[in-house]
């Protein structure tokens, strides 16, 4: 996988592969136990957590620029104490990495269906919406392992420990692809930037999300392989579905939150302390599945 000279991460840059090729769901030994590189202890993380919430994507963009700007300070003054956890939900939204392609979009800009932005993350056009559950770690890798390859894994394995663990489903990596794949289809999304080893951007996980909108991209630029969802793939096959027939999308939300956090937990080896979260979100008609404003940021 080639490290572009920024530090950011872009599958687009990879080379497709034989469907043949796909791994199947594996704890490897290397996530079994993780030995923090440079505390004896685990580090603690504050977690904002606003899963219940739709959060405007500029806001929690911005928001994550100023903890790592803050995180880098406190580097140089030898203060750096606690890794962040945020999770939460997108109102619609068109994101793009920052060597993304319009060519992967389908419609004009100027009349995008939702907010458009260009972001300094690694890989191509995705979609953020209600029922997509949303993580953004902003860690300091130096405490845990400073080596790129690694954490995108990581994260890939939190995903797929959830969707084994709570969902009975049988995930895999597909060689040269970032992200978790359930059938062929891609439940889970991954796009990071990482300053001066500190990450932020992270992982989106499709529970209950309306699949309508990703009709209008080619997710991730891949253009042969399918979107999928917790809901969608549980309906689809009766067997996996035997211990959630009766559950609703409020409770496959809740019990998709609650183990992202739990696995996030034991992947990279830190205790979660709950923060007061700050207020990012305005309740009311705007949070519906039809927001139709429309935005485009150009970020260099």
Same mark, same amino acid.
């Given at each position: 996988?080639?490290?572009?000279?920024?530090?950011?991460?872009?599958?687009?840059?990879?080379?497709?592969?034989?469907?043949?090729?796909?791994?199947?769901?594996?704890?490897?030994?290397?996530?079994?136990?993780?030995?923090?590189?440079?505390?004896?202890?685990?580090?603690?993380?504050?977690?904002?957590?606003?899963?219940?919430?739709?959060?405007?994507?500029?806001?929690?963009?911005?928001?994550?620029?100023?903890?790592?700007?803050?995180?880098?300070?406190?580097?140089?003054?030898?203060? &750096? +104490?606690?890794?962040? !956890?945020?999770? $939460?939900?997108?109102?619609?939204?068109?994101? #793009?990495?920052?060597?993304? =392609?319009? %060519?992967?979009?389908?419609?004009?800009?100027?009349?995008?269906?939702?907010?458009?932005?260009?972001?300094?993350?690694?890989?191509?056009?995705?979609?953020?919406?209600?029922?997509?559950?949303?993580?953004?770690?902003?860690?300091?890798?130096?405490?845990?392992?400073? &080596? +790129?390859?690694?954490? !995108?894994?990581? $994260?890939?394995?939190?995903?797929?420990?959830? #969707?084994?663990?709570?969902? =009975?489903? %049988?995930?895999?990596?597909?060689?040269?692809?970032?992200?978790?794949?359930?059938?062929?289809?891609?439940?889970?999304?991954?796009?990071?930037?990482?300053?001066?080893?500190?990450?932020?951007?992270?992982?989106?996980?499709?529970?209950?999300?309306?699949?309508?909108?990703?009709?209008?991209?080619?997710?991730?630029?891949?253009?042969?392989?399918?979107?999928?969802?917790?809901?969608?793939?549980?309906?689809?096959?009766?067997?996996?579905?035997?211990?959630?027939?009766?559950?609703?999308?409020?409770?496959?939300?809740?019990?998709?939150?609650?183990?992202?956090?739990?696995?996030?937990?034991?992947?990279?080896?830190?205790?979660?302390?709950?923060?007061?979260?700050?207020?990012?979100?305005?309740?009311?008609?705007?949070?519906?599945?039809?927001?139709?404003?429309?935005?485009?940021?150009?970020?260099?």
């Amino acid at each position: 996988m080639p490290v572009l000279a920024s530090s950011v991460f872009s599958s687009a840059t990879w080379p497709l592969c034989n469907p043949s090729k796909i791994k199947q769901h594996s704890s490897t030994p290397i996530f079994r136990r993780l030995t923090l590189t440079r505390c004896q202890a685990k580090r603690c993380c504050d977690c904002y957590d606003m899963y219940k919430e739709l959060v405007p994507y500029a806001n929690a963009w911005s928001w994550q620029k100023a903890i790592v700007d803050k995180r880098k300070a406190q580097i140089i003054r030898n203060e &750096d +104490l606690a890794d962040t !956890l945020i999770v $939460l939900q997108h109102q619609p939204v068109y994101t #793009l990495g920052t060597g993304s =392609s319009e %060519e992967n979009l389908h419609f004009d800009i100027k009349n995008a269906p939702f907010e458009l932005y260009r972001t300094e993350r690694g890989g191509e056009v995705t979609y953020h919406g209600p029922g997509q559950l949303v993580m953004y770690p902003i860690i300091n890798l130096r405490y845990h392992k400073m &080596d +790129l390859h690694w954490y !995108l894994r990581s $994260l890939e394995e939190v995903i797929i420990r959830v #969707l084994s663990s709570s969902f =009975s489903m %049988e995930a895999s990596r597909i060689d040269g692809l970032t992200g978790v794949w359930v059938e062929g289809r891609k439940l889970a999304a991954i796009g990071i930037r990482v300053s001066q080893w500190v990450t932020y951007h992270g992982l989106a996980l499709n529970v209950t999300t309306d699949l309508a909108p990703f009709q209008q991209i080619v997710p991730c630029g891949i253009r042969d392989r399918q979107v999928g969802s917790i809901r969608g793939i549980l309906k689809e096959f009766s067997v996996s579905t035997e211990n959630h027939q009766d559950t609703d999308d409020v409770q496959l939300i809740d019990i998709a939150h609650k183990s992202l956090v739990k696995e996030f937990s034991e992947v990279f080896q830190v205790d979660i302390h709950c923060k007061p979260t700050p207020i990012l979100t305005s309740r009311g008609e705007n949070h519906s599945r039809g927001l139709t404003k429309k935005k485009l940021i150009l970020e260099g």
